[in-house]
């Protein structure tokens, strides 16, 4: 599976973003896309995951309701919508996906290479 994440940019804080995973190569319905992201310095953490098959969505709890993760089956693309965006939301994002629903970012198969958000107070 190749992944290709996008959407990154520069926004104000409380704006909003809408990052998109697209996936080529095989088709997303049986995988779970996982959202992580990296700030400088830091080490990558999880943010959302969504089982492309049932469609269950799973959050980090930092994020209190403001990303929502959705799959667009039809385009074999999984988006991130960034809503009420902080400056500690600045990072790179990957997407990536693996066969089972995890959190961890070492059980994740296929990554794509990540795309930048800069929030500014």
């Known amino acids: 599976v190749q992944l290709q994440a996008s959407g990154g940019g520069l926004v104000q804080a409380g704006g909003s973003l809408r990052l998109s995973c697209a996936a080529s190569?095989?088709?997303?319905?049986?995988?779970?896309v996982g959202w992580f992201r990296q700030a400088p310095g830091k080490e990558r953490d999880f943010v959302a995951f969504?089982?492309?098959?049932?469609?269950?969505?799973y959050y980090a709890d930092f994020l209190k309701g403001r990303f929502t993760i959705s799959r667009d089956s039809a385009k074999n693309t999984v988006y991130l919508q960034m809503n009420s965006v902080k400056p500690e939301d600045t990072a790179i994002y990957y997407c990536?996906?693996?066969?089972?629903?995890?959190?961890?970012?070492?059980?994740?198969?296929?990554w794509g290479r990540g795309t930048q958000v800069t929030v500014s107070s």
């Open positions: 990536a996906v693996t066969r089972t629903v995890a959190t961890t970012a070492g059980v994740y198969d296929y």
């Open positions: 969504i089982n492309c098959y049932s469609g269950r969505a």
């Open positions: 190569g095989r088709t997303l319905s049986s995988y779970v």
